[in-house]
């Protein structure tokens, strides 16, 4: 499958679409913080993982969002591999400029350790896909999920983790945008590195 091919993007519609859409990584890493402070702190930990997201998720979002309404990217999923350096760049600059405000702001350190595993996975994950299209869709659910594990029950939050993480596998490759090698290089990616992070952190 080449990088640019982007089979059934002008045909949305069905289930893989419906999964590949709501697990967009940008909804999944926006939510992440939210959930990881909320489940920590309660209300102030929910509070502060908003003003995270809505930095560190927010900005590039709204900088991918931006490039497909002047056609310069393809979709907010940026099928094509070679059109991901600007919302990768943005990505890590906002990731960087979040963590340090965090910092400075002595926010709660499990919403800090949620940022940094975010910067850990677009950096590696970034690195990757400059020669192989590693799924950003699995390696961030996988990596929420592992982290929420910390937090919760592990067993039950592992097990539903690792069930959604399989349904969106299926459906980035059902959609044509990966092949089955790349979903789970994405999932094991995303899981090392938030269990390494997070481990280390909280």
Known sequence: ??????????????????VTNVFAPQYVAFLAPVLTGGVA???????????AAAVCVGVPAAVIGIGVRRGRLDSMHVVDRTSRKGPLLSGLAALVLGLVVLVVAGAPSVV??????????????GAVT???????????????????????PP???????AAITA??????VRVSHHTPAQTI???????????????LLT
């Open 1 to 18: 499958m080449a990088d640019a091919d982007v089979a059934g993007e002008n045909k949305q519609g069905g289930v893989a679409w419906a």
């Open 112 to 125: 800090k350790a949620t940022v940094a595993v975010m910067l850990a996975c677009v950096a590696v994950m």
């Open 155 to 161: 067993a039950p939050t592992l097990i539903i983790g």
């Open 167 to 172: 349904l969106v596998s299926w459906a980035r």
């Open 185 to 199: 290089a994405g999932a094991v990616t995303g899981a090392t590195l938030a269990w390494a992070v997070f481990t």
């Open 41 to 51: 702190d309660g209300l102030t930990g929910a509070l502060w993982g908003l003003g």
């Open 130 to 152: 400059i020669r192989w299209k590693i799924s950003f869709h699995t390696g961030v659910v996988a990596g929420t999920a592992v982290m929420l594990a910390h937090l919760l």
